[in-house]
């Protein structure tokens, strides 16, 4: 939490998860706003107007994605498979101010609900980071944008939320790895830049 009180920096990234003895949501509010480039102070704070708060990296990257391959959603059902703070409902929220139609589905979500939500789903935002919860074959010809992955240390490698041949179903796809990550960290490094810019003014 000490981090959080340094003045010779522009901007803080808190490494998630915390460890069980540590209150997350503290460490949330302990949060510099000036230099919260990840918006943790800020969550939610996008859905209420606040036009000060810095993108969250990880859905700001998605939508710059999205955005590159002309995947448009305005009107269309779009399936977002993931509630966290920090990246399911933020994304949520950024489709919905596209004017898509949104529906989040999540963990919660029993396999053959959740297989009826992708069927008729047009865009499939994974952001649940858990391996294969969903299934290739549910995919009726969407889009998906693989966001949610998990390292699996048999594999030294990072894997989708998708299981099976998603280039089968998909009309496009983003993969894992190689997708959205690398988007990530220009993101941050741009939030920190103009955190610094906004610090100096």
């Known amino acids: 939490i000490a981090i959080m009180t340094l003045d010779n920096g522009d901007g803080i990234q808190l490494m998630l998860p915390l460890t069980d003895e540590i209150d ?12 919260d480039v990840e918006c943790i102070h800020y969550v939610g704070q996008s859905e209420i107007g606040n036009k000060d708060a810095y993108p969250p990296v990880t859905p700001a990257a998605a939508m710059l994605l999205m955005e590159e391959f002309d995947v448009e959603v305005e009107g269309k059902r779009v399936l977002v498979i993931g509630r ?40 499939v935002i994974t952001c ?11 995919v009726k010809g969407a889009v998906v944008v693989n966001v949610g992955t998990t390292f699996k240390d048999e594999l030294d490698s990072l894997v989708s939320d998708v299981d099976g041949d ?10 894992v790895p190689g997708g959205i990550g690398p988007l990530s960290a220009p993101v941050l490094f741009k939030n920190v830049a103009k955190a610094a810019w906004d610090q100096m003014k």
Do not use: C
């Not at 649940?128 to 549910?138: D, N, R, S, T, Y």
């Not at 998603?166 to 993969?175: D, G, N, T, V």
């Open 24 to 35: 997350t949501g503290k460490v949330y509010s302990a949060s510099d706003v000036a230099k």
């Open 128 to 138: 649940a980071g858990l391996p294969g919860v969903v299934k290739a074959e549910w």
């Open 166 to 175: 998603i280039a089968k179903y998909a009309s496009r796809f983003s993969p």
């Open 84 to 123: 966290s703070p920090i990246v399911g409902s933020p994304i949520a929220h950024m489709v919905r101010q596209m004017v898509a139609i949104v529906t989040v589905a999540h963990s919660g979500v029993q396999e053959e609900a959740l297989n009826t939500l992708v069927g008729d789903a047009e865009v």
